[in-house]
Nanobody
Framework: QVQLVESGGGLVQPGGSLRLSCAAS????????MAWFRQAPGKERELVAR????????NYAGSVQGRFTISRDNAKSTVYLQMSSLKPEDTAVYYC????????????WGQGTQVTVSS
């Protein structure tokens, strides 16, 4: 069955960096675009970044543009989110998800990993 397992979250000071990983299994990873979302307490889940199946194209939420980088390694069936210059408002649970276009949308999700930015 499809599995997405996030890792790499934790506590980091403002201005610090973290790299999240999402290991995929149970499907042909290289056929799917992938995305990272986040959800802060009391807020709706928001799209952070998305990457095409080949990795050639990416897009980002305005709030993370220039600070976060999404990438993927199709040989390892893993998508990454490199986060730098972290701010307290980046605190959230981060989820990875598969994307199958506008009709299907985001159809498989991981369980999430907590990122806390605090001094």
């Amino acid at each position: 069955q499809v599995q997405l397992v996030e890792s790499g979250g934790g506590l980091v000071q403002p201005g610090g960096s973290l790299r999240l990983s999402c290991a995929a299994s149970g499907f042909t990873f290289s056929d799917y675009a992938m995305a990272w979302f986040r959800q802060a307490p009391g807020k709706e889940r928001e799209l952070v970044a998305r990457i095409t199946s080949t990795g050639r194209s990416t897009n980002y939420a305005g709030s993370v543009q220039g600070r976060f980088t999404i990438s993927r390694d199709n040989a390892k069936s893993t998508v990454y989110l490199q986060m730098s210059s972290l701010k307290p408002e980046d605190t959230a649970v981060y989820y990875c998800a598969t994307y199958q276009g506008r009709l299907v949308g985001y159809n498989y999700w991981g369980q999430g990993t907590q990122v806390t930015v605090s001094s």
